[in-house]
């Protein structure tokens, strides 16, 4: 089970790019460093099942998360393309894929970002993380927000599975955002109403999440 992470969110401006390296390194080389030990010895025994803890950011980018949606999306793209190597050798790899999990890795991470200098961004991008990102976030976390236990429980019933899945997602909530990007290839639909549900509606979102 390869679980190791960090996170980032925030204006893009604002992130140096050693710590964007940093948080590569961890989400993404942490799970190729694991699997390129692992994978050999369950090769040779024609058994295994790797289990990666990913997020639903692997497969939606979601505002003021470019580097982190990124790493998540690196993850996918190495599991995906891994997959079916795999399997040719019995070994299976499921992506376990949560959407806010209410942990201190959450809480240190939204305090730092409270805290944090904004001056290398434009005031209107810093407004908008700061006034409207990180207010919506707090209102998503509460209402939408899944317990360690239940990705525990959830990553166990995958484990157990005799026919383990390749992806699973923990939280139906994120079904539908997940639907809309690929019933447009184009990426115009999803876009679209993420734009709108964020700039235009946005007191109706806290209101539904509330």
């Known amino acids: 089970v390869s679980n190791a992470g960090v996170g980032m969110a925030g204006p893009l401006e604002c992130q140096s790019l050693a710590a964007m390296q940093s948080l590569m390194d961890t989400n993404f080389f942490g799970l190729v460093r694991l699997v390129k030990e692992v994978l050999p010895d369950m090769k040779r025994r024609r058994g295994g099942h790797i289990v990666v803890i990913s997020s639903i950011m692997g497969l939606q980018g979601i505002i003021f998360n470019d580097i982190y949606s990124a790493s998540k999306f690196a993850v996918e793209g190495f599991c995906e393309s891994l997959v079916v190597q ?23 991470l939204y305090e730092e970002a409270e805290r944090a200098d904004y001056s290398r961004t ?42 383990p899945p390749f992806r699973h997602q923990t ?19 999803i876009t679209d109403a993420v ?16």
């Not at 409207?132 to 239940?150: A, C, I, K, M």
């Not at 734009?195 to 509330?210: C, E, I, N, Q, S």
């Open 171 to 189: 939280n139906v909530a994120y079904t539908p955002m997940a639907a809309l990007k690929h019933a447009d290839p184009s990426g115009a639909l």
């Open 86 to 108: 795999a399997l040719r050798f019995n070994v299976a790899i499921s992506l376990v894929e949560p959407g806010p999990v209410m942990t201190e890795f959450e809480t240190k």
């Open 122 to 163: 434009d005031p209107e991008t810093a407004e908008i993380f700061t006034k409207l990102y990180l207010r919506n976030s707090r209102d998503v976390f509460t209402s939408l927000g899944q317990t360690p236990e239940d990705i525990a429980e959830h990553t166990l019933r995958v484990i157990e599975s005799a026919r």
């Open 195 to 210: 734009y709108k549900l964020v700039f235009k509606y946005d007191a109706v979102l806290r209101f539904g999440l509330r």
